[in-house]
């Protein structure tokens, strides 16, 4: 069972930048599908970026050009780095991972990311 952990949120303004890291446990890792959900007050949870065991990167139509998640396998890490903030990208930001012969994804416990001035 993999286990994740995130940090990196915080509270920046419209126009700011972040980055989020996120360590996981488990040997399975490097071939994991890794993932970026967020979850904002009233909303569904939806998922921004994943990325492949290859590197293949896939983002919602929202955040391309503005965030890019990347991974580190020997650190058994993921990042999200997020530039352009927006007001509307205030949410609970999970880092997630799943198999890749799987659709259930595993969360870790959140960050929260507020942009406002």
């Known amino acids: 069972q993999v286990q994740l952990m995130e940090s990196g949120g915080g509270l920046v303004q419209p126009g700011g930048s972040l980055r989020l890291s996120c360590a996981a446990s488990g040997s399975i890792f490097s071939r994991n599908v890794m993932g970026w959900f967020r979850q904002a007050p009233g909303k569904e949870r939806e998922l921004v970026a994943s990325i492949t065991s290859g590197g293949t990167t896939d983002y919602t139509d929202s955040v391309k050009g503005r965030f890019s998640i990347s991974r580190d396998n020997a650190k058994n890490t993921v990042y999200l780095q997020m530039n352009s903030l927006k007001p509307e990208d205030t949410a609970v930001y999970y880092c997630?991972?799943?198999?890749?012969?799987?659709?259930?994804?595993?969360w870790g416990q959140g960050t929260q990311v507020t942009v406002s001035s």
């Open positions: 997630s991972t799943r198999s890749p012969w799987s659709t259930i994804w595993t």
